[in-house]
């Protein structure tokens, strides 16, 4: 299979049985959408649901946002013959993370639900929540997802720095 990375503000859409979708998430949600019938899907990544009220975005970064990444997401599998009535949704992601950064991930989760709700598209799976990471991998053809748990990182364990007996000299290169 061949395998197409997303990141924050990207998607990407396809009717190719031999293509899987994958991306990373912590609080960032990641919407996979599907049209059983023409067989086209696609999976976009946003960082957050809706832009504050005051909030100045400039233009190239409108994309990072779930209100304008899913109609994004929409309007690609709709020029590639998928139907908006007969769309489904795995949703994914929305993880708190990092305590200090409040609940970003429940509210990005929350959005993504209600845009569902409020588009009519009905939710086959969702995975939204926790505390980890998740890798999520979608293959848009069969409209099949996988999320998976991330392992915490490795700690890093400081070790003292023991210099070699010799005669002090040290050569850096």
């Known amino acids: 299979m061949r395998r197409v990375s997303i990141i924050q503000g990207e998607n990407h859409v ?59 997401l929409i ?26 950064l409040g609940s970003i991930g429940a509210n990005n989760a929350a959005f993504a639900r209600r845009f569902m709700e409020t588009e009519g598209i009905a939710i086959g799976h969702c995975d939204l929540g926790g505390t980890h990471a998740r890798r999520v991998e979608f293959i848009p053809y069969e409209g099949k997802a996988r999320s998976r748990a991330v392992a915490e990182p490795p700690k890093i364990v400081r070790a003292p720095v023991v210099l070699p007996a010799g005669d002090g000299d040290l050569e850096l290169f």
């Open 14 to 72: 396809s009717g190719d049985p031999d293509v899987v979708i994958s991306t990373l998430l912590g609080s960032c949600v990641a919407v996979c959408l599907q049209d059983p019938e023409s067989r086209v899907g696609g999976m976009n990544h946003f960082l957050l649901g809706e832009p504050g009220k005051d909030d100045d975005i400039r233009q190239a970064d409108l994309q990072r946002y779930g209100v304008h990444a899913m109609e994004l």
């Open 75 to 100: 309007n690609a599998l709709m020029r590639k013959g998928a139907s908006r009535s007969r769309m489904r949704a795995h949703l994914y992601g929305g993880a708190n993370i990092i305590a200090g």
